[in-house]
């Protein structure tokens, strides 16, 4: 089956005077048909036809005959005018959803020009700009890629809504003496109709497929190609997931994608195959996501088939020496989509008693090679990746996860997690990447990878596990696993008001939370760039808010907002105290501020409750605090200790001059905050008081 997909050329251009016509002349028929099968009208009245033939007396040899075909052949016309009404509307839905596409690519366009892009007449992303330097050329090939996704998002809605709806008119006239069939009321129902038919489709390619492989045949990708651009039309469509995942059941979905993708390292260097076997992962995974959060006997009895699976073997012919289990293929389909909460909930309780013996609490799969991700960053073979990873996707269950002492302590403590594929050549655990999305979004309610994700007020289970999650990581001290930094930053900038507080707080004094666990943290994030950037421009955001609303006592704001630099300068000192030169130049820093220091606005994590105008504030700020930071690394790459004033002068004048025109008033009367020297002086003492407050904390004074 061939799934036309939508270029941007088509959308951009399309011309809806046709569908304004079809839209018009269905409308005609309805109301023709209408009035015919209803009487309604003055002309031609089936229902006086059905009466009077079903109320005759018929004679003569074919009496029975003729009456049979007088009143079928009336009863056709209230079938007739069912199917009229359905094709009028989903000619009338083409024209409504076609046009609101269009409307959001232009939309996105602009807005894409308005960054500066510029958009070619094919859809290609550019920048005029050619930059030389690396950092800069990094930055720029992230926002041409954002900007591309933005559009693709688009024409993918709108390939969906052509499919849809075209093929919803195949299925209504596909037998051209019948017109009895589907009865369009809505969207909704032509998608059902729609995925259900698809994924019959979707079923025969994947036995096509299957069969293929199981016989030692290279897979056709072209076959390939034609299942993926169906599921990615149709993956969120709940009819076909649905039917999909039932009616190909547990064993034989889990054996299809054995059999696919092989051993991942076999395959990552064959780019066609390669690219094809990510799009299925994606669309497979995505599918089953879709498929989980629907109820009825089929799907439960799927669910339970899963979890009966994950402890057995899932053998390929072709490699029968390294079958894994039900559970490590399962978990490989699970980094995208958002599973069901009670499929998560049952999975991760089986999955974590296999995991408990089979895999040694996560040491027997160090070293093993049977990756079954094919794309280049890989999942491993640690069936924990794609499971966690799904836990991050759904943030209600990842603070069940942490909220609970005995599955905070398993995750966080107890168990141990290793780079376990060599293949992959970077040393990171990806059990581990994916445990700091699941904790960050545990402990903020925010689904790391959507960009779209505004901030939430937290529950009181959300604060638990937010605690539970401190606790238990501040106590790791340098066993802090590298990878769970950024995440554990941005949970730390999403409680804001609990860390800036603590941060600030004079020793000794009461805090939120304790301060030497923050300032431990807070060291083990200081380590690699990418948290350290994260925690300080959420705090950055913190310190802004704090200056532009505390208005009763103005002077507390810039006392808080010195102590609060001077304990991350502490931090970050304590922090290059135990890192070698090897690791602070293999930790890339001085790339990483390069790329900073060119970044958008609209790159920060939306993860406070701020408005917009204190983000942008506080992103123009971390725009200087970037520039301190470049100024403090050496030319071989290492890190710099500098005093307060010297490592932080640039952002602390950025918020003398923040405060001064926020509390002008204030500082026409007070001759000692009447000036951006002054302002400045009292923050840089207050700066230089919370280093020796860090100090302090960490002495145990």
């Keep these: 089956m061939t799934v036309e997909m939508v270029s941007y050329r088509d959308l951009s251009e399309l011309k809806l005077t046709k569908l304004d016509t079809a839209v018009t002349k269905w409308k005609g028929i309805k109301d023709e048909f209408h009035d015919i099968a209803t009487g309604e009208g003055r002309g031609a009245d089936v229902v006086r036809l059905e009466k009077q033939a079903t109320g005759a007396d018929w004679t003569g040899a ?12 009336a009863r056709e016309f209230h079938d007739a005018a069912e199917q009229a009404k359905s094709i009028h509307l989903a000619v009338k839905l083409s024209r409504q959803r076609m046009q609101k596409h269009q409307s959001d690519l232009q939309k996105k366009v602009e807005d894409i020009r308005d960054e500066g892009l510029h958009v070619a007449g094919d859809g290609k992303v550019s920048d005029s700009e050619h930059y030389t330097d690396e950092g800069k050329r990094k930055a720029a090939e992230e926002k041409i890629k954002a900007a591309e996704a933005r559009i693709e998002k688009v024409l993918k809605a709108a390939a969906s809504t052509q499919h849809d709806l075209a093929e919803g008119l195949r299925l209504l006239v596909q037998d051209a003496h019948d017109f009895s069939g589907a009865d369009y009321g809505s969207y909704d129902d032509i998608r059902k109709i729609v995925g259900r038919a698809d994924a019959d489709k979707a079923i025969d390619e994947v036995r096509d497929l299957y069969k293929q492989a199981k016989n030692g045949d290279r897979v056709n990708l072209t076959k390939l190609d034609s299942f993926n651009d169906l599921a990615e039309l149709q993956r969120s469509n709940p009819a076909f997931a649905k039917r999909l995942t039932t ?17 991942g390292f076999e395959i990552t260097n064959e780019n066609a195959r390669g690219r094809q076997l990510v799009r299925l992962r994606d669309n497979l995974g995505m599918t089953l996501a879709t498929a989980s959060r629907q109820r009825g006997p089929d799907i439960a009895k799927w669910k339970d088939d899963v979890l009966w699976l994950g402890r057995r073997p899932i053998s390929n ?36 008693e296999y995991d408990k013996k089979a895999g040694d609490k996560g040491k027997a799969w160090f070293g093993t090679w049977s990756d079954l991700d094919p794309s280049s960053s890989g999942r491993g073979a640690d069936p924990m990746a794609g499971f966690l990873k799904a836990a991050s996707h759904n943030p209600a269950f990842a603070t069940e996860l942490f909220e609970n002492e005995d599955t905070a302590d398993y995750y966080l403590k107890d168990r141990t997690y290793l780079p376990d594929n060599p293949q992959l050549g970077d040393g990171k655990n990806r059990a581990a990447e994916a445990l700091g999305d699941a904790l960050y979004a545990g402990g903020s309610g925010m689904n790391p990878d959507d960009p779209g994700a505004e901030y939430v007020e937290h529950t009181a289970d959300q604060n638990k596990a937010f605690h539970n999650i401190f606790d238990r990581l501040a106590l790791k001290k340098n066993d802090m696993m590298p990878e769970l930094r950024e995440g554990m930053a941005l949970l730390l900038g999403n409680h804001g008001d609990e860390t800036y507080e603590t941060m600030n707080t004079v020793y000794g004094q009461r805090t939120p939370l ?19 950037a994260a925690l300080n421009q959420a705090m950055n955001q913190s310190m802004v808010h704090d200056i532009m609303t505390q208005k009763d006592h103005p002077t507390l704001s810039a006392e808080q907002v010195g102590r609060a630099l001077g304990f991350q300068v502490e931090a970050r000192h304590q922090a290059i105290d135990e890192m070698t030169a090897a690791e602070q130049k293999s930790a890339g820093w001085k790339s990483f501020w390069t790329y900073l220091g060119v970044a958008e606005a609209s790159t920060a994590p939306k993860i406070g409750p701020f408005s917009a105008h204190i983000a942008n504030t506080a992103f123009g700020i971390s725009k200087w605090w970037t520039e301190d930071e470049q100024a403090q690394i050496a030319e071989d790459g290492t890190l710099e200790k500098k005093s ?21 008033e204030y500082a026409g009367v007070d001759d000692e905050w009447g000036s951006e020297k002054s302002v400045l002086y009292k923050i840089d003492q207050a ?5 020796h407050n860090a100090e302090r904390i960490l002495d145990g004074d």
């Design 62 to 73: 074919n009496a029975e005959l003729s009456k049979q075909f007088v009143v079928e052949a």
């Design 644 to 664: 307060v004033s010297a490592a932080r002068g640039n952002q602390l004048r950025a918020f003398a001059r923040l405060w001064l025109g926020e509390n002008g």
């Design 247 to 263: 009616q190909l059941g547990a064993k034989d979905t889990l054996l299809f994608w054995r059999m696919m993708c092989g051993d």
């Design 317 to 352: 012919p072709g490699h029968p020496k390294h079958d894994p289990s039900g559970f490590q293929v399962m978990s490989s389909l699970m980094g995208k989509g958002r599973f069901d909460t009670d499929f998560l909930r049952d999975y991760g309780k089986e999955l974590r």
């Design 514 to 532: 304790d301060q030497d666990k923050l300032m431990e943290i807070t060291k083990q994030i200081s380590r690699s760039p990418e948290g350290y």
């Design 687 to 691: 700066a230089n008081a919370g280093k």
